[in-house]
């Protein structure tokens, strides 16, 4: 214990949870206890993560003196290895890639490129990147959750498809050329006047900005490293730019990497988000370990039964949606058949970086692993690979080894069992 008493509070606290049993910690301790710790892992090692660097070993001041101590990661190596390949093989001008465990929060992998400058910081921490139809998610989950609109609800809307004018969607006429369109495939097929109509029609602007806060927009992610907070601005009154807003058609509101797999991470994990994280441990010189990462959970973002609402429109996107032409293969693998997939993309012009930006989040899942991705890539002037297909090969990669562990496991246990 004479070595720990060196150690700052945050770390102190933690090492006693694991090697103190006589007072165990409730769990709301313990998880603000690794908040704690994370925010002074995030002050020390957070500029090596912007340099897209992983340093195995830190110096933490203790007491003003500096001791080192060893860092393990939570990233998955062959997703890592997997990630930077694909980033280096299709050289979009600006990519990023960023895979989480959605049950626990843990990050798999993040990648970061840039075609014009290789040792450019992350762009997975950056928050500058239009959210554009990504934030149908949270419109959709809003919709759902507070005004207990089904998928199957149909609106009227007149105009395109993709465009967006306020002729159109502050129109309540219904004649001759008025279409109609069900939540579900507004959703999947990424409509932009049906969600304008849909906002106008169902949702409070003050609903609206009550859902992006809990989807945790204009607010700092609790996270072991820096990652620039999100920006959401809701109009006070229905309107156009309300529409703007709940369509996603808008270069104002942006996101990061990160928050973007945490939105999918949500659906797909009941409603509930957590935290990315990733330091899995870190270890004194007698590789004792003083810190241990875990699952650091938000409230309850929507129910249950509203996430599974929200699921089954994503996982429209992948059959029949913006993405279906990129997951049509392996969909009709039979031996992806048990794998659940859903996503959302998102196109709009940003400003910084300039460019084109072409965003997919998404999720997968057997049931028992579940899996969530924010993968995006900006361009200038053509484009080199779709964001929703780093995202399918991603996710190819992930369930090909676990779907082969549990085939190999199964084999085994039959010949246990004839002994």
């Given at each position: 214990m004479l070595k720990l008493l060196l150690l700052p509070v945050a770390l102190l606290l933690s090492a006693f949870l694991f090697f103190n049993d006589s007072k165990p910690e409730s769990k709301e301790t313990l998880t603000e206890t690794n908040l704690t710790d994370r925010k002074q892992i995030s002050d020390s090692i957070g500029s090596a993560i912007k340099n897209n660097q992983w340093p195995t070993e830190k110096e933490f001041t203790l007491n003003s003196e500096k001791n080192k101590l060893n860092i393990n990661y939570t990233l998955d190596l062959s997703l890592q290895k997997e990630s930077d390949d694909l980033l280096k093989r299709y050289k979009p001008d600006y990519g990023a890639i960023f895979m989480i465990d959605a049950k626990t929060g843990r990050i798999l992998a993040m990648s970061s490129f840039q075609?014009?400058?290789?040792?450019?910081?992350?762009?997975?921490?950056?928050?500058?990147?239009?959210?554009?139809?990504?934030?149908?998610?949270?419109?959709?989950?809003?919709?759902i959750d507070h005004s207990g609109i089904n998928p199957d609800h149909k609106i009227a809307f007149n105009g395109g498809n993709y465009t967006l004018y306020k002729k159109n969607v502050l129109s309540e006429t219904v004649n001759r050329w008025t279409r109609f369109i069900s939540l579900k495939d507004a959703f999947a097929k990424s409509i932009n006047t049906a969600f304008g109509r849909l906002a106008i029609e169902n949702i409070e602007p003050k609903v609206l900005n009550s859902y992006a806060e809990k989807f945790m927009f204009n607010k700092e992610l609790r996270t072991d490293f820096p990652v620039e907070i999100s920006n959401a601005q809701i109009p006070a009154d229905k309107g156009f730019e309300l529409?703007?807003?709940?369509?996603?058609?808008?270069?104002?509101?942006?996101?990061?990497?990160?928050?973007?797999?945490?939105?999918?991470?949500?659906?797909?994990?009941?409603?509930?988000?957590?935290?990315?994280?990733?330091?899995?441990?870190?270890?004194?010189?007698?590789?004792?370990?003083?810190?241990?990462?875990?699952?650091?959970?938000?409230?309850?973002?929507?129910?249950?039964?509203?996430?599974?609402?929200v699921q089954s429109m994503m996982e429209q996107t992948v059959l029949?949606?913006?993405?279906?032409?990129?997951?049509?293969?392996?969909?009709?693998?039979?031996?992806?058949?048990?794998?659940?997939?859903?996503?959302?993309?998102?196109?709009?012009?940003?400003?910084?970086?300039?460019?084109?930006?072409?965003?997919?989040?998404?999720?997968?899942?057997?049931?028992?692993?579940?899996?969530?991705?924010?993968?995006?890539?900006?361009?200038?002037?053509?484009?080199?690979?779709?964001?929703?297909?780093?995202?399918?090969?991603?996710?190819?990669?992930?369930?090909?080894?676990?779907?082969?562990?549990?085939?190999?496991?199964?084999?085994?246990s039959i010949r246990k069992n004839r002994g």
């Open positions: 075609k014009s400058d290789p040792k450019a910081s992350n762009l997975n921490l950056r928050a500058t990147f239009p959210a554009a139809s990504v934030f149908k998610v949270i419109t959709a989950s809003a919709a529409s703007q807003v709940a369509s996603g058609y808008n270069r104002y509101n942006t996101m990061s990497p990160v928050h973007g797999a945490m939105i999918a991470a949500t659906i797909v994990n009941e409603g509930r988000m957590n935290s990315p994280y990733i330091v899995d441990e870190l270890t004194d010189s007698n590789k004792k370990i003083v810190y241990k990462g875990q699952t650091a959970s938000n409230e309850q973002i929507i129910s249950v039964e509203s996430a599974a609402k029949a949606g913006t993405s279906r032409k990129t997951f049509r293969k392996i969909m009709r693998e039979k031996k992806f058949r048990e794998v659940e997939m859903g996503g959302k993309t998102g196109h709009f012009s940003g400003e910084n970086p300039k460019g084109r930006t072409d965003w997919f989040v998404g999720y997968a899942s057997d049931g028992d692993n579940k899996v969530a991705i924010a993968a995006i890539t900006v361009n200038i002037q053509k484009w080199t690979v779709k964001s929703s297909a780093l995202g399918e090969m991603m996710f190819r990669k992930h369930f090909k080894s676990v779907l082969e562990e549990k085939e190999i496991t199964k084999i085994a």
